[in-house]
């Protein structure tokens, strides 16, 4: 099955830093990768997405780049702020148009970013 | 739009009883509902993937006839935790995809179960 791996585990940056989170996978038939954060308690939240068809995404603040060759995948976050601070999960899923049972998301161990201003 | 809810958002039980956790699509039909479980700490492990009317399939590991669930409706599926045991108390999290053309799947607000 598919297995996903994420560093770091902890990141700390200032204020303002960029912080970038970085992901591999091990099934090369994963073609949907989304990023998610997540707050104490609370749900993930889809922060960006990216599909196995493009090599970048970008929204705002937030982009993600993709390396299908390599199996890895990044998330950065530029101009950081402390309303970033929070636990961010990749994962990885294969997503078929003809059968439900595909859509399954592995997810990575997941990083806590901490922004100190 | 893509609503989805959890209930309860909070239970605690006593050890041999059996808790049930409620997911809806508030604002769309889900022919899939996943069901994730989160220990402190740690990431969002795969328990079981739901569709409607039929069985679920479950992950490697995880004991169906403890944790069954039911996906009666386009709307809803439920958890239920049989004869819980205090190491089954963690953060339980469903999620829902609308259907096949969706790659995104939305995620409900979690339920905390204490097993005390």
């Known amino acids: 099955g598919e297995n996903v791996e994420q560093h770091p585990s902890t990141l700390s940056v200032q204020e303002g830093d960029s912080a970038v989170i970085k992901c591999t996978y091990s099934?090369?038939?994963?073609?949907?990768f989304p990023w998610y954060k997540q707050e104490l308690g609370k749900r993930p939240q889809l922060i960006i997405d990216?599909?196995?068809?493009?090599g970048e995404k970008k929204d705002q603040r937030i982009a993600v780049t993709l390396n299908k060759t390599a199996k890895h995948f990044s998330l950065h976050i530029t101009e950081t702020q402390p309303e970033d601070s929070a636990v961010y999960f990749c994962?990885?899923?294969?997503?078929?148009?003809?059968?439900?049972?595909?859509?399954?998301?592995?997810f990575g161990a997941g990083t806590q970013v901490v922004v100190t201003p | 739009g893509a609503v989805v809810s959890q209930h309860p958002s909070r239970v605690i039980c006593k050890s041999g009883t059996s808790v049930k956790i409620e997911c809806r699509s508030l604002?769309?039909?889900?022919?899939?509902m996943f069901w994730y479980r989160q220990f402190p700490k740690q990431s969002l492990m795969l328990m079981a993937t739901?569709?409607?009317?039929?069985?679920?399939?479950?992950e490697q590991g995880v004991e169906k006839d403890k944790f069954l669930i039911n996906h009666a409706s386009l709307t809803l599926s439920t958890l239920t935790v049989t004869s819980a045991h205090p190491e089954d108390s963690s953060f339980y999290i469903c999620?829902?995809?609308?259907?096949?053309?969706?790659?995104?799947?939305?995620f409900g607000p979690g339920t905390r179960l204490t097993v005390t």
């Open positions: 099934d090369s038939a994963s073609n949907y």
């Open positions: 994962a990885a899923s294969k997503q078929r148009m003809t059968t439900d049972s595909w859509g399954k998301l592995q």
């Open positions: 999620s829902a995809r609308p259907g096949l053309s969706s790659y995104e799947q939305y």
């Open positions: 990216i599909r196995s068809n493009v």
């Open positions: 604002d769309f039909q889900a022919t899939t």
């Open positions: 739901s569709n409607e009317g039929s069985k679920a399939t479950y």
